[in-house]
């Protein structure tokens, strides 16, 4: 089983990615975990992704794809794997799906996790940080028990730049522009899924995991 995380930046899909991978026994890959592993390790991939990330560039879409490939022929993917962050844009989903066509394999579904622009900004400006112990909160849905301190260790907190409301803004921009595509990408090979992510964090699970054991029965 072979799963797409697709959804804005706050949608909560790196949530629901871990909690699949946990059911189903398959790892949760994202491509930054593989960048840093292959770094660490010292591998020909990852010195040839380091020079682009050190030169801050991107790294190339075929090299991503390579180190992704060469991560998912480990023995623990032999069940499948959720991708997490990739692909971003048509021409990643195309070297990927020519890569995987040559294996004899596809994308078995690409879940999207569907949350309106105005949820997401209200979602993203409600988190606080403390930035001495690392604890996160949000003022409606996990607020402390007294307002902008730390409960576990009485630090005050912030609002992290990458949370403020034009910030979450022109991320959602970047979204709607190079990523959603995507979701006319997947549609057109049958394997898109939608759910409402406005829900609850486990009935957004409960609906990915009734579309998952649909295909297995």
């Given at each position: ?72 022929a480990n ?18 989903a195309e ?123």
């Amino acid at each position: 089983m072979k799963i797409i995380m697709l959804g804005a930046p706050g949608a909560g899909k790196g949530t629901q990615a871990k909690m699949i991978a946990d059911k189903y026994q398959i790892p949760h890959i994202s491509t930054g975990d593989i960048f840093r592993a292959n770094i660490k390790n010292g591998t020909e991939l990852g010195k040839e992704a380091k020079k682009y990330m050190d030169a801050g560039q991107l790294v190339p879409d075929e090299l991503t794809v390579k180190l992704l490939l060469d991560r998912v022929a480990n023995e623990d993917c032999k069940n499948g794997y959720v991708l997490d962050g990739f692909p971003r844009t048509i021409p990643q989903a195309e070297v990927l799906e020519n890569a995987l066509t040559k294996l004899g394999e596809k994308v078995d579904y690409a879940i999207d996790v569907d949350v309106p622009d105005e949820n997401i900004i209200r979602r993203m400006s409600g988190r606080r940080a403390c930035v001495a112990c690392g604890a996160t909160y949000h003022i409606v849905y996990n607020p402390t028990k007294e307002e902008g301190i730390c409960d576990r260790c009485g630090a005050a907190l912030i609002l992290r730049d990458d949370d403020k409301p034009e910030t979450v803004i022109k991320r959602l921009d970047v979204y709607h522009a190079q990523t959603q595509p995507l979701i006319d990408f997947y549609s057109s090979r049958n394997v898109l899924r939608s759910v409402d992510g406005t829900q609850d964090l486990m009935k957004v699970f409960e609906d990915i995991v009734a579309i998952l054991d649909a295909s297995e029965a």
